[in-house]
């Protein structure tokens, strides 16, 4: 069984609709009201990392189910640099890039992780120069990513695979309830 498919953006559009899908699939089922409370949860952990490391973002996300297993997608593009690559590819399970799974996909993502640029940070110092500097207060920005979804998912989840081709990146949430 596949869900309807939801738009999301990054102004908040399609973020209800995401739990309200989940809670519809959740019912259609038959899942119990704990285990279809953590299934929500996962797809507000995926949802809120996803925007959290992409940044502005245009996402598909639909549930399938099969003999109790639930898999959340979320499909979006991005401009890819290497700080998002990596810490995309961190939040998977096996750490690795689910798309190169064969030979010309492991070439192919060798070149686009050489290939990915550095973030812009505009006409700043680097940072380890700028804790040499006098007076610099070091400063904690909502920008920066605690980690905490990516963390909350992996206890929550049982498998979280992540696929990169250039832009395009894919993020599979598993979740069996035997």
Known sequence: MKSDVVIIDNQGHGYNEALLETKKTCEYTGLNAKDSIRLQLCTEELLSMARSITGEMKASFWIEYEQKQYELHLSTETVMDKEKRDLLIAASTSRKNEAANSFLGK??????????????R?????????DDLANHVV???????????QSTLRHLADTIKIGIVGGKVDMTVIKSFA
């Open 107 to 120: 070439l192919r993502d060798m070149f686009e992780s050489a290939m990915a640029g550095s973030p812009d």
């Open 139 to 149: 400063e904690c920005t909502d920008e920066e990513w605690d980690g905490y979804e």
């Open 122 to 130: 505009g006409d700043e110092l680097p940072e380890d120069a700028m």
